[in-house]
């Protein structure tokens, strides 16, 4: 089934199965209590579990949460460092709890430039979640929508080269399963918190007809019940896929 079939499947419900979100604003609600960086860093943590405990309850099958993009690196070393080491204690203080949650957690981005620790503790978690069946959390982590189009066009040419797919073979669908998300459904619905209202790289492939909401709520303010709002929302959208009726 392609990636279309299958959203059509999830509008034909008003259910959205697989929900994208872009963590934003965690700077600026610190800046606005006089905190460190770190700190909105580490509320979004907690915004995080929030959603990752309420969504299952809302219908929610997947979640794809933008972590850490291939931006960010270019923000000043020691907060480059706090998010890495809030990554590994959030994957060792909740992996007992997401797997007993049947979260399963998986990744995408290119995890070979992070830090050793950051990768252990990565595969660690996600091999004490791989029995996770009620909701499967990815990571995305050094992602970069651009990035991840870059790299499957490489692997295509290295097997048109290697003569194991023929020109003729190229199409969407299999272009798609070179991608870092090959084993998802393209999100039904992204949402965004604090108010901007761009992709900033995040699904660029993914999010062809994904339905977009955006709300002026600063991701650790970020709750259960916006997540309710955005999927009412989805609901009441009415998703043509580029046709008339
Ligand atoms: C944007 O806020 C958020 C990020 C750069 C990363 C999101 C990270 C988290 C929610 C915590 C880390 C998550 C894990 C799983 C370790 P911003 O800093 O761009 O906020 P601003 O736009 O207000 O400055």
Redesign the pocket.
Known sequence: MDGVTQGKEAAGSGRARHVAI??????????QRGLP?ED???A??E??RRVVRGAPNLGVEMLT?????TE?WR?PAS?VSA?MS??VE?LESETPELAAEGVRLATIGDLSVLPQASQEALRRALTNTAGGERLLLT?ALNYGGRAEIVRAAKKLVRFVQAGRVSLGAVDEQMFASLLDTHALPDPDLLIRA?G?ERLSNFLLWQSAYTELWVTDT??PDFGVEHLQQALLAFASRDRRYGSHS
């Open positions: 872009i963590m934003d604003g965690n700077g600026r609600w610190a800046a960086r909105g860093h580490r979004g943590i915004a995080l949460v933008y972590a850490f993009s960010n923000r907060e998010l809030l990554l959030f990571l604090s901007e600063f991701w």
